[in-house]
């Protein structure tokens, strides 16, 4: 083989992606403050980023970030295990357990590695994984690199669910794991948390629940949907969305605690996160209380942007959270769409295949506490204008 062949099929698979309008490519942006963005010298509102209550931009947030580097440093400088445990990695842990009512909480670097490892520790190759048909990439992938048996149930279908669980009682499984999110990230609807507790009880299943849209916005004091409820066994909750700064952490057993610190190979083999993302989560932690009326705020931004949407025609999917789809099926019409937008002053990202599913092409948009009635107007209106394009 030449060597101009060996990258042949990286052409192949681009050439392929660029044939479904489904090549993407990163595009710089400068952030301006929680709402605003710069892109190619232009300001745009952003309706694209997790930042559901904007304290990424937050003045005490950023003071503990700079207040914990100067007295910790820049980095951890060694893995939790060895070295990198400080006092502020264990009391944050100590208060996020607290905070959710839980015996236990454990840090991890990210949302998509914690779901990858710590499936990857609870699934063996003779275990089963009852995954929601439209989880998130991390999770798929960590039950797939565990080699068990993987079925997805059908969205949000708990009778398929118990269906499936009910045929797995003959069967020789080592454990049933059942995996899912609780606000879905691309439709913005809720899973029945109760009712998987219930289902996971009955069975004697595994429940790993993923809170990354719902950790700071929903449920009481904004501490997630699953978090509290001791039925669950374990959730897992993002730190760069609504908290404003970066990482995952999980909440569970103090048990299992000590088993995921043993069997993570993500947990153990990586660098502790450094000091300034400690103190910017620990500041975010310390105002969640304090943020009921930003949570409000944003449940009514939701409302009335869905209600408007629909009343100008545009199908929101099953969104009943700050997540709301605007769903346009082919890839081509969800691009153009986005395009018009930022001609308009509005970024709202394209979300295409293979991020959801063949001919669900949506633009996804993700509400922030601190937009505007006149950010939202502008949306509405661009949006009204874009649709009478036929795009
Ligand atoms: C964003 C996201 C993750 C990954 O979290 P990161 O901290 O960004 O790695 C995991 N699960 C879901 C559902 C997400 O939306």
Known sequence: MGQEDKFAFVEAFLEGRSRQQTRRSLQGVVPLDAVHVQKQGKTLVNFSANDY???????????????????????????????????????????????????????????????????GALLDRHALVLCDRLVHSSLLNGALASRATLTRYRHNDHEHLESLLRQAVNQRYSRVVIVSET?????????????????????????????????????????????????VDLAMGTLGKAFGAFGAFLV????????????????????????????????????????????????????????????????????????????????????????????????????????????????????SSQHTRQHLGSLIGALRNGHGQRH
């Open 53 to 119: 209550l904007g304290l990424s931009k937050h003045p005490v947030l950023i003071a503990a970030a700079q207040d914990y580097t100067q007295r910790y440093g820049t980095g951890a400088t060694a893995s939790r295990l060895v070295t990198g445990s400080f006092d502020i990695h264990q009391q944050l842990e100590a208060a996020l357990a607290a905070d959710c009512g839980r015996e236990a909480a454990l840090l991890f670097n990210s949302g998509f590695q914690a779901n990858v490892t710590v499936l």
């Open 252 to 367: 569970c057993s103090a048990r299992l605690r000590d088993y995921l610190i043993n069997a993570c190979p993500g947990f153990i083999y990586t660098t502790a996160l450094p000091p300034s993302v400690i103190g910017a989560i620990a500041a975010a932690l310390k105002l969640m209380p304090s943020l009921e009326g930003d949570r409000q705020r944003l449940t009514r931004h939701a409302e009335t942007l869905r209600n408007q949407l629909r009343a100008a025609g545009f199908d929101t999917g099953p969104s009943s959270t700050h997540i709301i789809p605007i769903m346009l099926g082919e890839a081509e019409r969800a691009l153009s769409l986005a395009q018009w937008l930022e001609t308009q002053g509005i970024l709202a990202a394209a979300i295409r295949p293979p991020t959801v599913p063949q001919g669900t092409a949506r633009l996804r948009l993700a509400l």
């Open 183 to 231: 606000v879905f990230s691309m439709d913005g609807d809720r899973a029945d948390v109760d009712r998987l507790v219930h289902l996971a009880q009955t069975y004697g299943a595994i429940l790993y629940l993923d809170e990354a849209h719902a950790i700071g916005v929903l449920g009481a004091g904004g501490m997630g949907l699953a978090m509290g409820n001791p039925g």
